[in-house]
Nanobody
């Protein structure tokens, strides 16, 4: 099993920044592609960004491209989401996810999930 623990969510003003962290345990971290998804009330869980096991490939959803950056520190078994220029529409619960394969944009492709952390962007 892979256990994921998220942190770093909170309240920020429009235009501000936050950095989310997701610490993984239970398996060899470099075997897993990691991703961030988000879900606002009443909405589907949507893809935000993903990174391959060695960090050589990244993928970003259009609404966050140029504003968000995913990275990973395999020595710490941790993936990060740096969020800049935040907008109210970024408000959601953000989830970390893992799969033992290449990156994907699809919720159903990820076997392991964190508990979610709330990000609220005030206008």
């Amino acid at each position: 099993q892979v256990h994921l623990v998220e942190s770093g969510g909170g309240l920020v003003q429009t235009g501000g920044s936050l950095r989310l962290s997701c610490a993984a345990s239970g398996r060899t971290f470099t075997d897993y592609a990691m991703a961030w998804f988000r879900q606002a009330p009443g909405n589907e869980r949507e893809f935000v960004t993903a990174i391959s096991g060695l960090g050589l490939r990244t993928d970003y959803a259009d609404p966050v491209k140029g504003r968000f950056t995913i990275s990973r520190d395999n020595a710490k078994s941790t993936v990060y989401l740096q969020m800049n220029s935040l907008k109210p529409e970024d408000t959601a619960v953000y989830y970390c996810a893992a799969r033992d394969s290449h990156t994907s944009r699809h919720v159903d492709d990820y076997a392991y999930w964190g508990q979610g952390t709330q990000v609220t962007v005030s206008s």
